[in-house]
Protein backbone atom coordinates (compact mmCIF):
# COMPACT_ATOMS: atom_id res chain seq x y z
CA UNK A 1 0.00 0.00 0.00
CA UNK A 2 1.13 3.28 -1.18
CA UNK A 3 0.07 6.73 -0.44
CA UNK A 4 0.91 9.71 -2.59
CA UNK A 5 0.55 13.04 -1.07
CA UNK A 6 0.52 16.48 -3.76
CA UNK A 7 -0.99 20.11 -3.30
CA UNK A 8 1.55 21.78 -1.17
CA UNK A 9 3.37 24.73 -1.51
CA UNK A 10 4.57 28.57 -1.06
CA UNK A 11 1.48 30.95 -0.29
CA UNK A 12 0.82 34.13 1.32
CA UNK A 13 -0.94 34.53 4.54
CA UNK A 14 -5.06 34.58 3.51
CA UNK A 15 -4.53 32.52 0.76
CA UNK A 16 -5.72 29.07 0.15
CA UNK A 17 -4.11 25.39 -1.01
CA UNK A 18 -5.96 22.02 -1.39
CA UNK A 19 -3.86 18.78 -0.63
CA UNK A 20 -4.45 15.60 -2.23
CA UNK A 21 -3.84 12.08 -1.46
CA UNK A 22 -4.38 8.95 -2.97
CA UNK A 23 -4.15 5.68 -1.65
CA UNK A 24 -3.03 2.62 -4.32
CA UNK A 25 -2.15 -1.00 -3.78
CA UNK A 26 -3.86 -4.13 -2.12
CA UNK A 27 -6.47 -2.92 -0.49
CA UNK A 28 -9.84 -4.04 0.45
CA UNK A 29 -11.40 -1.08 2.50
CA UNK A 30 -9.96 1.87 3.95
CA UNK A 31 -11.70 3.22 7.61
CA UNK A 32 -9.82 6.48 8.87
CA UNK A 33 -8.14 9.15 6.35
CA UNK A 34 -6.83 11.72 7.91
CA UNK A 35 -4.04 14.34 7.66
CA UNK A 36 -1.65 15.34 10.07
CA UNK A 37 1.19 18.19 10.22
CA UNK A 38 4.83 18.40 11.60
CA UNK A 39 6.72 22.16 11.94
CA UNK A 40 10.08 22.80 12.56
CA UNK A 41 11.14 21.48 16.32
CA UNK A 42 7.23 20.61 17.35
CA UNK A 43 5.72 16.89 17.06
CA UNK A 44 3.19 15.86 14.56
CA UNK A 45 -0.39 16.45 15.05
CA UNK A 46 -3.43 15.54 13.90
CA UNK A 47 -4.93 18.58 12.00
CA UNK A 48 -8.36 17.04 10.41
CA UNK A 49 -9.56 13.40 10.13
CA UNK A 50 -12.89 11.83 8.31
CA UNK A 51 -14.31 8.65 8.56
CA UNK A 52 -15.20 6.31 6.15
CA UNK A 53 -19.15 7.43 6.24
CA UNK A 54 -17.70 10.68 6.31
CA UNK A 55 -18.02 12.02 9.76
CA UNK A 56 -15.03 15.32 9.87
CA UNK A 57 -13.16 15.99 12.72
CA UNK A 58 -11.06 19.39 13.03
CA UNK A 59 -8.06 20.45 15.51
CA UNK A 60 -9.09 23.62 16.96
CA UNK A 61 -6.60 25.98 15.17
CA UNK A 62 -7.96 24.68 11.68
CA UNK A 63 -11.69 25.23 12.79
CA UNK A 64 -13.65 27.10 9.94
CA UNK A 65 -10.75 27.66 8.14
CA UNK A 66 -9.79 23.70 6.47
CA UNK A 67 -12.20 21.26 4.97
CA UNK A 68 -11.29 17.63 4.95
CA UNK A 69 -13.18 15.53 2.21
CA UNK A 70 -13.00 11.94 0.65
CA UNK A 71 -13.61 10.06 -2.53
CA UNK A 72 -14.41 6.67 -1.92
CA UNK A 73 -14.41 5.64 -5.06
CA UNK A 74 -10.91 7.15 -5.63
CA UNK A 75 -9.40 6.22 -2.47
CA UNK A 76 -8.53 9.63 -2.04
CA UNK A 77 -8.84 12.12 0.50
CA UNK A 78 -8.12 15.91 0.29
CA UNK A 79 -7.48 18.86 2.68
CA UNK A 80 -8.54 22.31 1.52
CA UNK A 81 -6.89 25.35 3.52
CA UNK A 82 -8.29 28.75 3.47
CA UNK A 83 -7.60 31.59 5.42
CA UNK A 84 -3.58 30.37 5.21
CA UNK A 85 -1.55 31.58 8.34
CA UNK A 86 2.01 31.45 8.73
CA UNK A 87 1.44 29.37 11.72
CA UNK A 88 0.25 26.60 8.96
CA UNK A 89 3.40 26.53 8.00
CA UNK A 90 4.82 22.48 7.87
CA UNK A 91 5.14 19.06 6.38
CA UNK A 92 1.71 17.68 6.16
CA UNK A 93 1.37 13.90 5.93
CA UNK A 94 -1.56 12.37 4.93
CA UNK A 95 -2.43 8.54 6.72
CA UNK A 96 -5.18 6.14 5.67
CA UNK A 97 -5.88 3.21 7.68
CA UNK A 98 -6.09 0.41 5.41
CA UNK A 99 -7.54 -3.68 5.57
CA UNK A 100 -5.66 -5.03 3.14
CA UNK A 101 -6.99 -8.27 0.80
CA UNK A 102 -6.18 -11.48 1.47
CA UNK A 103 -4.97 -11.10 5.20
CA UNK A 104 -7.10 -10.76 8.49
CA UNK A 105 -9.56 -8.18 8.52
CA UNK A 106 -7.46 -5.68 10.43
CA UNK A 107 -6.93 -2.29 9.88
CA UNK A 108 -3.28 -1.30 9.70
CA UNK A 109 -2.27 2.58 9.29
CA UNK A 110 0.05 4.24 6.11
CA UNK A 111 1.66 7.21 5.51
CA UNK A 112 2.25 9.42 2.77
CA UNK A 113 5.95 11.29 2.13
CA UNK A 114 4.74 14.56 3.62
CA UNK A 115 4.67 17.49 1.20
CA UNK A 116 5.36 21.11 2.41
CA UNK A 117 3.35 24.00 3.22
CA UNK A 118 4.53 27.23 3.67
CA UNK A 119 2.74 30.40 4.43
CA UNK A 120 4.56 33.68 4.17
CA UNK A 121 3.91 36.87 6.02
Known amino acids: VQLQASGGGLVQAGGSLRLSCVASGSIFSINFMGWYRQAPGKQRELVAG???????NYADSVKGRFTITRDNAKNTVYLQMNSLRPEDTAVYYCRADVRRVFTIPTFNPYWGQGTLVTVSS
Open 50 to 56: ITSDGNP
